[in-house]
């Protein structure tokens, strides 16, 4: 951030007053300019003992393997956001189910939100950023070529629920990976 | 938005090739201006049958009752910017518990999320941001000078919830109040 998106003038990184982080500060208008994780949202839309995966059509990790989600926008709910989601990723018809995952991804300032979903009925096929889209059943899920360490995570957990019967909300945090 | 931050040229509000949303774009460098909700995150500080609430100190909502909570910061996870907010409003030490709540306020683009938690000692007090730290039992919270409806609903499952000796996740979205 080099400029003011309030009144164009050059922004400086300062503490406010009252405040005890740097933040990008205009001293033109006094805008102070705050930066804030994303959201991303999705679904696990499940059918039968099968789930759907997205291949990626767009990068990061273009034609890696991901569950249908992607940021959450203003003006919609969390629930309305994975609903979105599904129907953008994976022209997807679900009905949406308890929240299953809450991953915050710190190094990216991301935090990933997956719900548990229903498949309506089959009508489903790649949207704009998916290249394919496919059920999957747990011993066909290729786990080396999943786009996201929070898709991986949110799977494992849904089959390791799924074995007890039980299903509960999984919270965490995902670390940076080092070479 | 009326400038790019990056280049300080005029953005114009328009949907770009692929998207299906108006975006504030750069002609100039060709930045996409994404806006996205932001976290607002808090605890619910137990301790024995009593809760800590903080009055607040800054608009809005100067002088009503709120759970100590506050916007997620860029590089912290959602269960370490519940606590840091914690110890800012409230001064609170507490260990974290199970997530809570997580309510979506799409008129004002955010969502709130409450961890519950256990308070570790009785050094609490005022931060910056309150007037007065203080734990209140269920017969003594202030129902009508509440600061915000996700934290009087936040609370309303919480006690409903304890009575019952389960808690539960509670997930929703609060719309817009009419006149």
Redesign the interface.
């Known amino acids: 951030?080099?400029?003011?998106?309030?009144?164009?003038a050059?922004?400086a990184l300062k503490i406010p007053p009252?405040d005890n982080?740097p933040r990008?500060v205009c001293d033109a208008c006094n805008t102070i300019?705050?930066?804030?994780?994303?959201?991303i949202l999705g679904t696990i839309p499940e059918y039968g003992d099968k789930i759907i995966l997205c291949k990626r059509a767009i990068e990061p990790r273009y034609g890696k393997w991901t569950l249908p989600a992607g940021?959450?926008?203003?003006?919609?709910?969390?629930?309305?956001a994975a609903l979105r989601e599904t129907r953008e990723e994976a022209n997807a018809n679900v009905e949406l189910g308890e929240?299953f995952s809450?991953l915050?991804v710190?190094?990216v300032?991301q935090?990933h939100i997956f719900y548990r979903a229903t498949l309506i009925d089959l009508n489903f096929g790649p949207g704009?950023e998916s290249l394919e889209v496919e059920l999957f059943s747990e011993a066909d899920i290729p786990w080396s070529e999943l786009a996201f360490r929070t898709i991986s995570t949110t799977l494992q957990h849904y089959f390791d629920d799924r074995k007890t019967g039980r299903f509960a909300?999984h919270?965490g945090?995902i670390a940076p990976q080092h070479p």
């Open positions: 951030m080099n400029f003011c998106s309030n009144c164009g050059t922004v009252g982080l990008h300019h705050y930066q804030n994780p994303r959201m940021f959450m926008e203003n003006g919609e709910s969390t629930a309305e929240l809450m915050s710190p190094h300032h935090v704009e909300l919270s945090s």
